[in-house]
């Protein structure tokens, strides 16, 4: 590892040799227009600066502006003018020529009236006035340990915790399960974001989208407005780049886990686009690192936005994911552990794609958003006994789930009033074909059947907002009604009501209390609506019921400047309907963070949970090159044991999370960053030796058996991983070439897993029934954690 450490460390040295006294002696510029966002005309004598500087320009009679003699780098612009809320622009980078804004302000009674008002890049909505975090372009891309992955940035921020072991990426979002997120790409739901992804639960081991192509992220971690349903968690608004409209540009990346391409660009003066296509070489790296399975994977993404006319907009957008994931045949030099997880994981197959089209009219104080799309994911799964393909399959699974969706909304904006109003519609088809072995009552079950769904799904929603003139005091109200036409308790809209409500009022001039209420429901997997037994009959259709959770959050906002954000949130989520499985009486609501299928088993819908705790946030934003951000969280979610008459702890019972990150800006544009993760040890249940050691078992599964009677007893120790990373950036006239290093777990922590159990292969009781014998087992000490250095460089022109 040293040898591989030094490596890095000379290459870098050697760009930095070559190329360290380029300097790039192109003028750059920042340009743009500047528009009523209701009226959708021009305005002129706005004043448009660089943010944080005296530097700028104000718009001309058409609204457009224009600033020169930029060098290269990260910028923000911020815009202002009488009567209008002040704009402060998401980052963006110079390269090679310029950047063209489309500025939209929106006209502000406040502003009329002279009051001042602060400008911050941490602004916040009426409907969601806190539990919503900005993470722009920078944190993305340059994030240390996160590998240009949106869903390994997102953990470092409150309330979100993560697996340290498993190479993967789930978002454990304030105590609940990696199943309760929804995700948005330009108002287009993606049910899928990762590559091998746990259907049902949609974790994976890295993001299918590219960091490339999105210009930031609004993650919500409560108060979710009313136009975005389904989710108990978490839901993640991705917002994408529009495409240059001057110039044709191209990127190519190389990073840890694959090699990507980015077209972007123009098609005419009302066209725009942007295309990336990736191609992993992640299973070289996990075969490098002695890993036992071997992921490969591609996919590609498009962006195409027409602007109509200065009232119509359309924008299509198109997201593609192929995997395979093979296991490594060189298990010669594998040590107990890799065996162990050689021997339960299945080769997994996945394809999916979105396609969607959103169509915004603006008409005057109203736009109108039509949002139509087809999302599809297809799974398969096998697994042959001793990963022998001449020996018998012990499972074959595969399955496909389909959904075309309609949106349809409408947002008025009535001075300090804002109302929005909508309704929604899904069609979805979903096929599994089921071919494996159970173990229920400790012996074996087959599991044979194969099942069809096509569900109608409806939607209603509705909010209202309001600001005072001087934005000290804001209220909003929502409402939304799901019901679909899956069995009897689905169809009752009347009792899928969820309301919602949120203020915010400045107790000070930066110093405001923030809060929101609101019951948020949840459809069951598609994998727990198709489930059929061994005599196939769905038996789920009748008992199932919408998940929901009432959710309350409350905390305090502290903005002493412009750089600085300070803020400390309660939270508690109350569940109903949760879902607790017949076979091991193990609520589902503490499953989904493994590869494979989440949910495919037989349930009852009267299981309850709750999560509770407090989050410390602090942010660093911009100041004298620094970028630093802290949080600490507390957190405790738990189930209710009927038979314990109590709540006891849930998969996800972390207690204690702890993240900081920070970078500096260095002269010559190097660029330094660390992150540092704390994670309180999980809780997890022990193997039963007795019912794994029995022959029938072990031959149907090839995995041991938890032992139920003890479930969540055991935790973890608390983790810990240091993350480091170092960019340099060199501009030429007609391009920017970047590379950097980044060492995840540079201290080389290691991290324990519950010991595993693992069959010997040797018969102890040969002569004993068939149903009666045992291998011998040995106990398997599972351990992981490495340094896993990374070179990435990157190429734009």
């Known amino acids: 590892m040293n040898k591989q450490l030094l490596c890095l460390l000379f290459v870098l040295t050697f760009f ?31 004043n448009v600066i660089i943010w944080k500087t005296t530097d ?10 224009r600033i020169n003699d930029l060098t290269p780098g990260v910028y923000r612009i911020q815009v202002s003018g009488i009567g209008y809320t002040t704009w402060v622009s998401p980052e963006f980078m110079l390269v090679n020529h310029g950047e063209r804004l489309s500025v939209e302000l929106e006209e502000n009674v406040a502003q009329l009236n002279q009051v001042e008002v602060t400008v911050s890049p941490f602004r916040k909505t009426a409907e969601s006035p806190l539990s919503n975090k900005k ?3 920078k944190e993305i891309e340059q994030s240390p340990g996160a590998n240009r992955d949106i869903a390994r940035v997102v953990q470092s921020f409150p309330g979100v915790a993560s697996t340290p072991s498993g190479y993967r990426n789930d978002l454990i979002v304030r105590g609940g399960g990696p199943s309760e997120n929804r995700y948005y790409l330009d108002g287009i739901e993606v049910p899928n974001i990762n590559h091998f992804a746990t259907q049902g639960a949609s974790g994976g081991p890295v993001s299918i989208i590219n960091a490339d192509l999105v210009r930031d992220i609004d993650f919500y971690l409560g108060a979710f407005p009313s136009n975005r349903g389904n989710a108990l968690s978490s839901v993640m608004n991705i917002s994408l780049k529009d495409g240059d409209a001057t110039h044709q540009n191209q990127s190519l990346v190389v990073g840890s886990s694959e090699i990507g391409l980015t077209l972007d660009g123009h098609i005419g003066d009302k066209v725009t686009y942007q295309f990336s296509a990736r191609q992993s070489y992640l299973q070289l790296l996990f075969k490098a690192l002695g890993l036992p399975f071997l992921p490969n994977f591609i996919d590609s993404q498009f962006k195409v936005k027409y602007k109509i006319d200065k009232k119509n907009e359309i924008t299509l957008l198109g997201l593609l994911g192929i995997d395979d994931m093979t296991l490594n045949k060189d298990t010669a030099g594998f040590s107990d552990d890799k065996k162990y997880v050689w021997s339960v994981l299945p080769r997994i197959k996945q394809n999916t794609y979105t396609l969607g089209v959103n169509y915004k009219h603006y008409a005057g104080k109203h736009v109108q958003t039509y949002v139509l799309s087809r999302n599809s994911f297809n799974n398969k799964n096998l697994k042959h006994l001793n990963n022998d393909k001449e020996l018998p399959l012990l499972i074959n699974y595969r399955s496909t789930e389909a959904e075309n969706k309609f949106r349809f909304e409408n947002t008025s904006s009535l001075g300090q009033f804002k109302l929005t109003e909508g309704l929604s519609y899904e069609f979805a088809e979903y096929f599994n074909s089921t071919n494996q072995f159970v ?12 099942s069809r769904l096509h569900i109608n799904k409806y939607g209603l929603f509705v909010s209202g907002s309001y600001m005072s ?5 804001t209220l909003s109200l929502g409402l939304r009604t799901d019901w679909n036409d899956y069995n009897k308790y689905m169809k009752e809209w009347y009792k899928h009501l969820s309301p919602r409500l949120a203020f915010s009022y400045k107790l000070l001039e930066n110093l405001s209390f923030n809060s929101s209420v609101g019951r948020y429901y949840q459809l069951p997997s598609y994998t727990v609506m198709g489930y059929k037994n061994q005599d196939g009959l769905m038996v789920n259709k009748d008992n199932l019921k919408m998940l929901y959770n009432d959710q309350i959050v409350a905390g305090f906002e502290y903005l002493p400047n412009q750089s600085l954000q300070l803020s400390v949130e309660g939270f508690y989520k109350k569940y109903g309907n949760s879902l607790i499985s017949l076979i091991d009486s193990i ?3 503490s499953k989904g963070n493994d ?20 989050e410390v946030f602090g942010r660093w934003f911009g100041y004298k090159r620094l970028n630093m951000m802290a949080s600490y969280t507390w957190v405790r979610s738990e189930n209710f044991s009927p038979k314990l008459d109590r709540y006891i702890a849930s998969t996800w019972d972390n207690r204690h999370l702890f993240t900081f990150t920070g970078s500096v800006d260095l002269p ?26 029995l022959k029938i078992n072990w031959d149907a599964t090839q995995r041991p058996v938890l032992n139920y009677a003890e479930y969540n007893s055991k935790r973890l120790k608390t983790f810990n991983q240091l993350d480091l990373r170092i960019d340099k950036f060199f501009f030429f006239r007609k391009l920017m070439f970047g590379v950097y290093v980044d060492l995840q777990n540079a201290l080389n922590t290691k991290y324990r897993d519950p010991d595993a159990l693992l069959s010997t292969g040797i018969i102890e009781n040969p002569d004993a029934p068939l149903d009666q014998q045992r291998y011998r087992m040995k106990t398997i000490r599972q351990e992981s954690g490495t340094i896993v250095p990374t070179l990435g460089i990157s190429l734009r022109l």
């Not at 930095?16 to 500047?34: A, D, H, P, R």
Request: without cysteine; neutral net charge.
């Open 16 to 46: 930095t040799t070559v190329f360290g006294q380029t300097k790039s002696t192109k003028n750059l510029y920042i340009e743009g227009v500047v528009i009523d966002k209701q009226t959708r005309e021009p305005l002129s004598f706005m």
């Open 56 to 65: 700028g320009t104000t718009t001309d009679d058409k609204g457009y502006f």
């Open 135 to 137: 993470i722009g372009f």
């Open 439 to 450: 173990i229920e009552n400790g012996l074996p079950v087959p599991i044979d059947y194969s």
């Open 469 to 473: 003139l001087d934005e000290r005091f």
């Open 587 to 589: 609520p589902l609501f």
């Open 595 to 614: 590869y494979g299928v989440f949910g495919n088993e037989p349930v009852m819908s009267n299981g309850k949970g709750r999560s509770y705790g407090v």
């Open 668 to 693: 010559k544009n190097w660029k330094i960053g660390t992150r540092f993760r704390l994670i309180g040890g999980a809780p997890y249940t022990p193997f039963d030796l007795e019912e794994s050691s």
